[in-house]
């Protein structure tokens, strides 16, 4: 298979301050991945494609200027979560696809971000 | 627009039952399929997929999935259900064109539960 990590795996921060969350692809490189918010038993939502070398693609309804992604290697791609505020607590996802076709996708355990 | 529907929320079967996991579909075109299983505390894992050939696909843990045109769907299968399978499974799709391209949606998740 592929593995993708994600850090940290949890993290509290105050309201008002940027959290980063890094997703990396550990035995393949990836030229896109995706970021998504979990809720609690609910399912996941897409909120940006990350591409290696350009500027990623946010879906309709995601701030691009809260949540900033940059994608500057095949293998990392960073989330941070500025000026954080507690609606934005959740447990954030990453994936990526293999090169090649095979299309499934290999997730990150996730990172779970609380914001008091 | 493509769109995933789990009927489910809730799946109960004894072990050593057989147990089905249902799902549906709407896309355009061809659909590639997924269903995808977390369990507690742990990322999405990668079960099995349909992309095209036999409409019966055998994937991982003794799991498989059937896919259906007529009817779109593509539920999950097993033939005698462990206890070690419960989990939250998610049947996605994976669109081809316009700005779904590469992306996929997931349905909302059915909880599986065996009870021993």
């Known amino acids: 298979g592929a593995v993708v990590s994600q850090h940290p795996s949890w993290v509290i921060c105050k309201s008002g301050t940027s959290v980063k969350i890094e997703c990396r692809s550990l035995?393949?490189?990836?030229?896109?991945m995706f970021w998504y918010r979990q809720f609690p038993k609910q399912s996941l939502m897409l909120m940006a494609t990350?591409?290696?070398?350009?500027?990623?693609?946010?879906e309709q309804g995601v701030e691009k200027d809260k949540f900033l992604i940059n994608h500057a290697s095949l293998t990392l791609s960073t989330l941070t979560v500025t000026s954080a505020h507690p609606e934005d607590s959740s447990f954030y996802i990453c994936?990526?696809?293999?090169?090649?076709?095979?299309?499934?996708?290999?997730f990150g355990p996730g990172t779970r971000l609380t914001v008091t | 627009a493509q769109s995933v529907a789990q009927p489910e929320d809730q799946v109960n079967v004894a072990e050593g039952n057989p147990l089905t996991v249902k799902c549906t579909y709407s896309?355009?075109?061809?659909?590639?399929l997924f269903w995808y299983v977390q369990y507690p505390n742990r990322g999405l894992q990668f079960l099995l997929k349909y992309i095209t050939g036999d409409n019966l696909v055998k994937g991982s843990y003794g799991f498989e999935a059937e896919f259906n045109k007529s009817q779109t769907s593509f539920h999950l299968k097993k033939p005698s259900a462990l206890v070690s399978d419960s989990a939250l499974y998610f049947c996605?799709?994976?669109?081809?064109?316009?700005?779904?391209?590469?992306?996929?949606?997931f349905g909302d998740g059915t909880t599986l539960t065996v009870k021993p």
């Open positions: 996605a799709v994976r669109g081809l064109y316009n700005t779904n391209a590469g992306k996929s949606t």
């Open positions: 896309v355009s075109g061809n659909p590639y």
């Open positions: 990350s591409n290696e070398g350009s500027k990623a693609t946010y």
């Open positions: 035995d393949f490189q990836a030229t896109t």
């Open positions: 994936s990526a696809s293999r090169p090649g076709g095979s299309y499934e996708q290999y």
